[in-house]
Nanobody
Framework: QVHLEQSGGGLVQAGDSLRLSCAAS????????MAWFRQAPGKEREFVAG????????NYRDSVKDRFTISRDYAKNTIYLQMNSLKPEDTAVYYC???????????????????WGQGTQVTVSS
């Protein structure tokens, strides 16, 4: 059975940095698409960043480009989300997700992902 265990998150001030981790067990993530989504109160879950393929192709939502970096450690079966220059609007519960898809592009729809982490709160104060 696949399990995604998240760690990281917390309360920081605007401009600070955080790193989220997501360790997969029960399945080798290999080149399958993995992603981070987030959901703020009263809003829909949205795609933040994703990674796919043996060459680790990445994709980001526009509002986090140049601030967030997604990466993957195959040896640890883990993905990371390095978040720099955090803004209050980044406040949300962040979820990691694993897809069974290993094509050329990162899926950005939550429906494309089969497994989800437990979620972790990120709060950025102004």
């Amino acid at each position: 059975q696949v399990h995604l265990e998240q760690s990281g998150g917390g309360l920081v001030q605007a401009g600070d940095s955080l790193r989220l981790s997501c360790a997969a067990s029960g399945r080798t993530v290999s080149s399958y698409a993995m992603a981070w989504f987030r959901q703020a109160p009263g809003k829909e879950r949205e795609f933040v960043a994703g990674i796919i393929g043996s060459r680790d192709r990445t994709n980001y939502r526009d509002s986090v480009k140049d601030r967030f970096t997604i990466s993957r450690d195959y040896a640890k079966n883990t993905i990371y989300l390095q978040m720099n220059s955090l803004k209050p609007e980044d406040t949300a519960v962040y979820y990691c997700a694993l897809s069974g898809y290993s094509g050329a592009y990162v899926p950005t729809s939550s429906g494309s992902y089969n497994y989800w982490g437990q979620g972790t709160q990120v709060t950025v104060s102004s």
